[in-house]
């Protein structure tokens, strides 16, 4: 079955911590995005324009969703018959929220129940939330290159980006 869309947001974004280092060379202070929403069976559906989707718990009784993602960023092949190590550093986004409801009645607040005729549905205005990115070295690797202060590089790791996201209806 398709899941029930929630309609399309448009997402600002704006950095509230850095501990990885203005250097760091996807660190952008502020950005805006589009992203889908859509639920099905108790999961949520996180689908940005020209990225990859992700799947998340979503709360009916408050609105509340959650997603995670976690990736392994290899930045150096191990080669043992040379002697190196390799380095890998591990990603991991979480996207916290929350969805605000307005319903069909003239902007009385309410969570919807989908399948209801869609005239009278309660939309999906926006939302709230923040995305947290941790950045870390993966076990067993030696990632001493990568910390420093030039372009690219780490201040520290594990180092955290915390930003705050507020969505809009489009």
Do not use: H, K
Not at 2 to 29: H, I, K, Y
Not at 91 to 111: L, P
């Amino acid at each position: 079955a398709e899941p029930d869309p929630l309609g399309t947001f448009a997402v600002v974004s704006e950095m509230r911590s850095n501990t990885c280092g203005p250097q760091v060379t996807e660190v952008l202070s502020r950005a805006t995005f589009d992203v889908a929403l859509a639920l099905r069976n108790g999961s949520i559906f996180w689908m940005p324009r020209g990225a990859s989707q992700a799947t998340g718990t979503y709360n009916p009784g408050t609105g509340a969703f959650r997603f995670v993602d976690e990736q392994t960023v290899v930045l150096a092949q191990p080669d043992a018959r040379r002697g190196i190590t390799g380095c890998a550093l591990i990603r991991a986004d979480v996207i916290e929220g929350v969805v605000d409801w307005s319903s069909g009645d003239g902007g009385v607040d309410d969570v919807p129940t989908f399948g209801q005729d869609a005239s009278a549905a309660p939309r999906a205005r926006g939302f709230r939330g923040t995305e947290t990115v941790v950045w870390g070295v993966a076990p067993g690797s030696a990632c001493g290159g990568v910390l420093g202060a030039q372009r690219g590089q780490f201040t520290a790791l594990p180092c955290e980006l915390t930003y705050a996201l507020t969505a809009e209806a489009r």
